[in-house]
């Protein structure tokens, strides 16, 4: 590993015009990072990623890097691209236990993060440094959100997650574990305790359906939940998937390790939007994939497909009409997930769109002042580092808008 880091390194031209940098969604200072590691300098280095995006470690094992930094390296239009992914693993990964968090004396005033995944995470830290007292709630009882219950181990050690939860607390955050806001607690508890500013990043965890007969079944199941806890599952030797995001990829690379000996895929259309690697690697690993491939109905045998019609562009124009069963032991429905409602239903004023995702003004404030809201909860499904680069603007104006309220004035220096 070490070996091939630092081979990796020195193949870095150091671009002055660096398009690594602009196909990564936070910015990653690419080449200051290989300059610093070349130079012998890793823990500068570390503390740099660090402050950059707290959660560079995980970004560095779960970002698409094909179709981000490694996706523009001009290395990779006549050769291969650089491997910036090991380069930046290798670095946050031995560094993150000697990173100093710099915290300021307390100015008392106290924030509230709803979801500790990673917009959550992001806000918690990024305030936390401005001298706010911070209480992060979950409903879940470890920290990470869809890193922790929605993204494999194999792909994301939770070892690594609980290292992040150890910053926070050494931070001074403080975590409150198992406890929904919107439960038992809600948004007009946290403001008469006095809190004077709550952040929202409690992410995407309510399944679409396809909304065809047979979703309720039981041998029927939803992606999201099965990644939370797949020992629970006894899906038996044939699996069908529908859906082939990288949701779905995981489920079935999660099945296949668990000793399922057929898992096939089926897509509406005629290529998957995943990760190429991850599908390479479920090919690797053994799955099938389907194209084309119109759901009509859930049955205990299996679910029952009709073969899409598709224009000269690839676009779906209609069915073929004559289904027919694609014998299957369990069924998982893996087509992306929206929003819970709980927080909307018990807060009036705050207002969400049909979706159910949040709605949001471009600093990220909600329609109820003093909340704020970033992360899957405003954008959809999306990635961490998109959760982590949204929330660090949302962190930068919830600060603002702190320090704008008359009666805090005082606390500020």
């Known amino acids: 590993m070490v070996l091939h880091v630092i081979a990796e390194a020195e193949r870095c031209s150091l671009c002055k015009k660096p398009l690594c940098v602009?196909?990564?969604?936070?910015?990653?200072?690419?080449?200051?990072?290989?300059?610093?590691?070349?130079?012998?300098?890793?823990?500068?280095?570390?503390?740099?990623?660090?402050?950059?995006?707290?959660?560079?470690?995980?970004?560095?094992?779960?970002?698409?890097?094909?179709?981000q930094c490694e996706g523009h390296c001009v290395q990779?239009?006549?050769g291969q691209p650089i491997h910036i992914s090991s380069i930046e693993n290798y670095i946050s990964e031995t560094c993150l236990d000697q990173i100093d968090i710099p915290i300021p004396p307390s100015n008392e005033i106290m924030v509230a993060v709803i979801g500790a995944g990673p917009a959550g995470i992001t806000i918690a830290l990024e305030l936390a440094k401005k001298?706010?007292?911070?209480?992060?709630?979950?409903?879940?009882?470890?920290?990470?959100?869809?890193?922790?219950?929605?993204?494999?181990?194999?792909?994301?050690?939770?070892?690594?997650?609980?290292?992040?939860?150890?910053?926070?607390?050494?931070?001074?955050?403080?975590?409150?574990?198992n406890t929904t806001i919107g439960g038992a607690l809600e948004i007009k508890d946290l403001l008469r305790d006095g809190y004077k500013a709550i952040f929202i990043g409690t992410g995407v965890w309510r399944p679409k359906?396809?909304?065809?007969?047979?979703?309720?079944?039981?041998?029927?199941?939803?992606?999201?939940?099965?990644?939370?806890?797949?020992?629970?599952?006894?899906?038996?030797?044939?699996v069908a998937i529908i859906g082939m995001g990288n949701t779905a990829i995981d489920v079935a690379r999660t099945?296949?390790?668990?000793?399922?000996?057929?898992?096939?895929?089926?897509?509406?259309?005629?290529?998957?939007?995943?990760?190429?690697?991850?599908?390479?690697?479920?090919?690797?690993?053994g799955a099938k994939f389907e194209f084309g491939k119109h759901p009509v109905?859930?049955?205990?045998?299996?679910?029952?497909?009709?073969?899409?019609?598709?224009d000269d562009e690839g676009n779906i124009t209609g069915e073929e009409g004559d289904p027919r069963l694609y014998p299957a032991d369990s069924?998982?429905?893996?087509?992306?997930?929206?929003?819970?409602?709980?927080?909307?239903?018990?807060?009036?004023?705050?207002?969400?769109?049909?979706?159910?995702?949040?709605?949001?003004?471009?600093?990220g404030a909600t329609t109820f002042p003093g909340v704020f809201a970033a992360g899957d909860v405003v954008l959809g499904a999306k990635t961490v580092v998109d959760a982590v680069s949204y929330s660090k603007q949302a962190?930068?104006?919830?600060?603002?808008?702190?320090?704008?309220?008359?009666?805090?004035k005082d606390r500020f220096n």
């Open 255 to 285: 099945i296949l390790r668990k000793g399922t000996r057929n898992v096939t895929l089926y897509a509406r259309r005629l290529k998957s939007d995943a990760n190429e690697e991850e599908i390479e690697y479920a090919k690797l690993d």
């Open 331 to 363: 069924t998982i429905i893996a087509i992306s997930q929206g929003p819970k409602s709980k927080l909307v239903d018990t807060t009036e004023g705050l207002k969400a769109a049909p979706s159910g995702l949040l709605l949001t003004d471009a600093h």
């Open 395 to 408: 962190a930068a104006y919830m600060d603002e808008y702190l320090r704008s309220l008359p009666e805090l």
């Open 209 to 238: 359906k396809l909304k065809i007969k047979g979703e309720s079944l039981g041998n029927c199941h939803f992606a999201i939940d099965f990644l939370a806890n797949p020992d629970a599952y006894d899906l038996g030797d044939n």
């Open 297 to 310: 109905e859930i049955t205990e045998n299996g679910p029952v497909f009709d073969n899409n019609l598709f």
């Open 131 to 177: 001298g706010y007292k911070i209480t992060i709630f979950d409903a879940k009882d470890k920290i990470g959100g869809i890193m922790q219950y929605g993204i494999p181990e194999f792909r994301l050690p939770k070892s690594i997650l609980l290292r992040i939860r150890k910053k926070l607390t050494d931070s001074g955050i403080k975590i409150r574990p």
């Open 22 to 67: 602009t196909g990564c969604p936070i910015h990653t200072p690419i080449p200051t990072m290989i300059s610093m590691m070349r130079e012998g300098k890793l823990r500068e280095a570390g503390d740099m990623l660090f402050q950059n995006n707290p959660l560079s470690v995980v970004c560095s094992l779960v970002c698409d890097h094909q179709k």
């Open 76 to 78: 990779g239009k006549k």
